[in-house]
């Protein structure tokens, strides 16, 4: 009961069933939810960018615009390409339904486990980068670094477990306060340079001049800016958490994402290469933008406040997403069936609980280290882009619905360009620990397997396809005492009542032969008529004298079905059971996976 007052105190009234579409997001809202992941990713993508560049020297710097301008040409294609996505596969999924339904079983299960994958990291990365940002603004919490990203994850989980509408609720002001902060920011960044409104500059204010530079590195540093990317798989993979009509809205939910997305991303990176931003030192290329536009004013705190938030916030792209592919991966017999159902308040409470366990198992295990966590981040997300691309043009090839081939050309020339990416990326971070990710998804895929493969083989033994029916059985009913007292009299009471033609008897396993006359006693009078059994036990144990019985009646040919009650006395406070032997708890492990053998506890509350 108090478990119970504390689960709705924290999570909130059950929400009824046929609430469910009340409880469905608008498009406002689900802007909020699903693109907090991608948008955030302007925070880090062009600094990843201009980190790479610096390794052909400043100069290289000039580079970053063309990049970006690349890099959002991407993002487009990819945005138009899940746009396809969300109106052929209304239903949800993204690119493990793309996967499954044109390119088959393990491209889907290799995509739903690079992007299962890549749900947990980007929980880790994004509270941990968060974190970071706070603590570089106040240092004497660094030490408590890991605990604040622990709790960070625990206070989205939360808020997800109380429900779809009310974490949309939660998350979307956080989201729109960043969108806000950073169009500001470009905007009075582009007019103030024009109208030289901005305030002096402490550095050289144009980067050099282009130089030539390495494809390799050039390709590198795409590799990494297309981080901007991550996330926008995720309103292919929840259309069904919408309001209808699901696919009509969230096609207009990509547009928004991705329009909002390359603008800001664009924007960020002009500014970057216009106000010649060397990146490095203790200071994020997003900082020292809003520090050069705004000076160090209230509008700049808002701009880092805003960045902070998005950052932690960013986790809840995945809260949404891993338990909706979990739930589809559960209906599809890949994973434990526990996951398809919905808690309390409508969601998916063990995909939450369980991408939680693990976000704070990365956390702990890496310090709550964003570089150390980094490497392991956006391989999953263009394994899942590269084979949804594929599956969509394999698509067309198949249906040749209209349009069909200028939609081929859009999602060919996307699964090209991010298979190039997923290459890039697994070349150049195989080494600082994307190998993990590498090892982990065929790990991942053979999991799926193995477990597909029990459901079939339960499904194949449970199933009344040639079944000729239920063979007779013999019932017997063995009721196991210790004493006779009143919760052994109230056993046997039930077990003459499981089977009028059952035979019924009391088993008692001797251990300590001085006692044997007293029980007997006793049971002649309270034995209400039921003969009583009496097994020896020469080295004082209960397990083996009943299980030899056990085999000895089961021996007898035909169906021998054997019920083991076992009376069960329970104190009513927790503490008093510490005082007690734990013989039922004993026995009904011994028994469990006994064939033709059941077990009925039969309780006796005690008053006191």
Known sequence: MRLTLVKRLVVGAPIPLAQARHERLSKTVALAVFASDPLSSVAYATEEILLVLMLGGAAALSYSLPVAIGIGALLAVVVVSYRQTVAAYPQGGGAYLVAKDNLGR??????????????????????????????????????????????????????????????????????????TCIMATVAYGLVGAIFDWLPEAPYAPHPPGLEGLGLFLLLRSYAAGCTALTGVEAVSNGVQALKPPEGRNAQAVMTALGVISIVMFLGITYLAYDFGIIPGGDETVVSKIARRVWGNGAPYYAVQASTLLILVLAANTSYADFPRLSSILARDRFVPRQFANQGDRLVFSNGILILSRFSILLIVAFQGDTHALLPLYAIGVFISFTLSQSGMVRRWLRLRERGWQWRVWVNGIGAAVTGVVLLTLTV?????????????????????????????EVARELSLEGFEGPPAFQHTVLVLIGDVHRGVVRAVQYARTLA??????????????????????????????????????????????????????????????????????????????????QTALLVKGALLFRSNTVVADVPYLLKR
């Open 106 to 179: 393990y491209p889907a299960l290799i995509a739903a486990a690079a992007l299962l994958v890549d749900y947990v990291l980007t929980v880790s990365v994004s509270v941990v980068a968060g974190i970071a940002a706070l603590t570089s603004a106040a240092p004497a919490l660094h030490p408590y670094r890991i605990v604040l990203s622990v709790l960070a994850v625990a206070g989205i989980a939360l808020g997800n477990l109380r429900g779809v509408r009310e974490s949309g609720r939660l998350f979307a002001a956080p989201t729109y306060f960043f969108v």
């Open 500 to 581: 009028p033609t059952a035979v019924v008897r009391a088993v008692y396993v001797e251990t300590d032969p001085a006692h044997t006359a007293r029980l007997e006693d006793k049971w002649g009078k309270w034995g209400l008529g039921v003969p009583l059994v009496v097994l020896t036990s020469p080295y004082r144990s209960l397990l083996r004298p009943l299980l030899d019985y056990l085999d000895q009646i089961q021996s007898r040919g035909g169906e021998q079905m054997v019920t083991i009650v076992l009376p069960e006395f329970l104190p009513r406070h927790w503490w008093q059971h510490v005082l007690h032997n």
């Open 428 to 456: 150049t971070k195989f080494v600082e620990g994307a190998w993990i990710v590498v090892v982990v998804i065929p790990v991942l895929v053979t999991t799926f397997v193995v477990m597909h493969r029990h459901y079939d």
